[in-house]
């Protein structure tokens, strides 16, 4: 159980981290292109 609990905690921090990153990036870019 402890090892499923690791890779699902792993798995469920990346995908947090991918979508915080994801959502900066787009909010940056949608910034410049306000800016442009």
């Known amino acids: 159980m ?3 609990w690791r890779t699902a905690i792993a798995v469920g921090l990346t995908v947090t ?6 959502s900066t990036i787009t909010m ?9």
């Open 2 to 4: 402890s090892e499923r």
């Open 17 to 22: 981290v991918a979508g915080l990153a994801a």
């Open 28 to 36: 940056l870019l949608l910034k410049r292109r306000n800016r442009i």
